[in-house]
């Protein structure tokens, strides 16, 4: 493996201290949540005691101002253990983030504690069953009524959405069509109108909190809306690039684990009197995904590196994502295929792997928005 350089011994303590907390307190349950079709509500709450949400926040707004390798860090140890149930990362490097840099004083005193504590769950809501990643093309309305606007539609595929406390909605408000119509609302979850579909049953990520949310006249103060009016679409294309770099975290280090867990079983496993290791085509299998690693560990770390220097371009961050998710389903296709039949029984890690992995190259905008937003800097 290459030297990483980029994290300090800061960031390896608390490396150190997030694989204690998912190795001890996640890892024994994980099994149980992927069966629920969701986490333990306490796992927030046991979070926040230990500083391991919204760590990026202002200390006066209940965060320890660290920097975002210390969410790197995170994402890392938790994609090491497999354990893609847990939306620590929408909650506190994507919501509280909109409230941070769009949100005014109240909303973020009010808010921006309460994540930081497990208090409050975050998600956000922009995909709807008829739009995908066409966010211009949001149907969800809310109306101006006196000194509230009311929402109407529904959104899908929402990551928290059963826990979520605060959901900070897109929506179209006025008239005015396309990009300059939609406005983030912050919606809290026990107003009147508000409902939530059954937990979505989906291929991988099992565990993982994924909901059906609607708004049928759910009314909000016009305070809740987040910086100015029609501004939303603007806000959603500045916070998109970290959070695709957030997904190519996730990936280089997903697959990461599913290639040493293949090392390992591929060394152990004897067919016709050696290891399959030993197997000319194992050890060049090996070879090349040990080289796609290292090279999206390259360049997703220099990438982290513009992200501290507030230079990431929307073009890397999409290529970032896009390659990297689409090395993870190559090596983890080929984990499988070394694995043998064991590869495919549920209790191997490469088979949950083999079902989490693929939507990686869909969420965050699909690989295909990727190129096409690569191509508009040519």
Partial sequence: MIPRKIFTPEHEEFRATAKRFIDEEIMPHHGQWEEDGIVDRSIWNRAGELGMLCMNMPEEYGGFDADRLFSAVLLEELSYAGATGIGFSVHSDIVANYILNYGNEEQKKRWLPKMASGEVVGAIAMTEPGTGSDLQAIKTRAVEDGDDYVING???????????????????????????????????????????????????????????????????????????????????????????????VMAVAGARAAYDQTLEYTRGRKAFGRSVAEFQNSRFKLAEM??????????????????????????????????????????????VQLHGGYGYMWEYPVARAYADSRVMRIFGGTNEIMKELISRTL
């Fill in 290 to 335: 040990k080289s796609e690693i290292e090279i999206g560990q390259v360049f997703v770390d220099r990438c982290l590196e513009l992200v501290l220097e507030k230079k990431l371009g929307v073009d890397a961050a999409a290529a970032a994502k896009y390659w990297t998710t689409d090395m993870l389903s190559r090596v983890v296709d080929e984990c």
């Fill in 154 to 248: 529904s959104k899908i595929f929402i990551t928290n959405g059963m826990h979520a406390d605060l959901v900070i909605v897109a929506a179209r408000v006025g008239e005015e069509a396309g990009a300059k119509g939609v406005s983030l609302l912050l919606v809290e979850t026990d107003r009147e109108g508000f409902s939530r579909g059954k937990p979505l049953k989906k291929v991988g990520m099992k565990a993982q909190d994924t909901a059906e949310l609607f708004f049928k006249d759910v009314r909000v103060p016009k305070s809740s809306v987040l910086g100015p009016v029609g501004s939303g679409f603007i806000q959603l294309m500045q916070e998109l690039a970290w959070e695709r770099m957030i997904i190519a």
